[in-house]
């Protein structure tokens, strides 16, 4: 089954298609960052109109790409949620008319089951069960996955996500847009112990996380110390985020006895926290996996890959749809 892959649930087009037999072909991935930068975020509208002036022409790159036509595609998978509820419609629009012109199935998937199951497009991939660390700009969660639709919810952010805490320390510290990896880029020159910053909920005895009252320490330490220890506080908030989000994934394998983390999301590209989960792996014994590099942000590839899961079990969408800006993952049920 050839699936085409659409996700445009914020600021990223992506459009790939994946074959159940020879895995992933092809995918392509606009950015927008260079016009929100301008604004220091995402502004909804302008999200929308440009995901209208970008879907169609990365079909057609990723068809090309691949040697095939329009007429090859079996099915449609596209994000249905959550997101921006303009920028999903567009994706959802665009998916279900040409799967109604191509008298094909269209399938909505969950955003975050394409984060969640994106690792297994990796080679070396994790067997079911596994911990997930779900770690990105709107989502901090950890999940045990027993299977696609079977995820039980083992802790989440109370407050910021550690994406969006990356992001709001890098304003704080006059760093462009988007602040995260350029807070990370910055953070490799400095020391990461010369201040003291809290690693908040880090001992708190659940599994749940808390990154406002780092992002508050990092604003008094700023206005303390000045533009001169700016290379140590990035350093330092760094550090900081490493040690929770590693503390807390420990601590939900020993809490469900198994012995592999999968970590998806955007900050699951982020040096530091990769090498601390490397070296805690290897000294316990665990199994850790991410996604590939440039699968690790929002793509159509992870949504192809997630829809091809789903359309062989459940029932495809009959050319009437809806999108869902509001989505628990928990919501989500296993594949009939």
């Known amino acids: 089954m050839l699936v085409l892959g659409v ?88 998916a279900n008319a040409l799967a109604l012109a191509l008298g094909i199935p269209a399938i909505g998937v969950h955003h975050l089951e394409g984060h969640l199951l994106s690792p297994l497009l990796a080679t070396p991939r ?36 550690a994406g969006e805490a990356f992001d709001k320390t890098a304003q704080l510290l006059g760093l462009d847009y988007p602040g995260g990896p350029a807070l990370a880029k910055l953070a ?22 808390s990154f406002s009252g780092l992002k508050t320490a990092v604003l008094t330490l700023v206005r303390k110390e000045g ?14 985020a490493v040690d929770v989000l590693a503390g807390k994934s420990l601590k939900a394998l020993r809490e469900t006895g198994l012995h592999t983390l999968v970590v998806a999301g955007g900050v699951g590209a982020n040096r530091a926290l990769r090498a601390r989960l490397d070296a805690e792996a290897k000294q316990r014994g665990l199994a850790v996996f991410y996604p590939p590099l440039e699968l690790c942000t929002d793509n159509g590839a992870m949504i192809a890959y997630a829809g091809a899961l789903r359309l062989a079990h459940d029932a495809p ?20």
């Open 227 to 240: 533009e001169a220890a700016r290379v140590d506080v990035a350093a330092g908030f760094q550090a900081a």
């Open 188 to 209: 490799e020159g400095g020391e990461p112990y010369r201040f003291k910053l809290p690693r908040p909920m880090l001992n708190s005895g659940d599994l749940d996380f």
């Open 317 to 336: 969408a009959d050319g009437r749809f809806t999108v869902r800006p509001r989505w628990a993952l928990g919501e989500l049920t296993a594949p009939r």
């Open 7 to 94: 996700e445009s649930s914020c600021d990223e087009t992506g459009l790939a298609l994946f074959d159940t037999e020879r895995g992933l072909l092809t995918h392509a991935v606009h950015s927008q960052v260079a016009m929100h930068a301008e604004y220091g975020g995402v502004v909804p509208e302008l999200a929308s109109r440009d995901h209208i002036r970008r879907v169609i022409p990365l079909t057609r790159r990723v068809l090309d790409e691949a040697g095939l036509a329009l007429s090859d595609l079996d099915a449609i998978a596209y994000t249905q949620g959550p997101g921006l509820a303009g920028a999903l419609l567009v994706g959802g629009g665009f």
């Open 126 to 161: 994790p067997e079911f069960p596994f911990v997930a660390l779900l770690v990105s700009g709107g989502h901090t969660q950890l999940m045990r996955v027993d299977g696609v639709g079977r995820y039980q919810l083992l802790g989440e952010t109370v407050d910021d996500a």
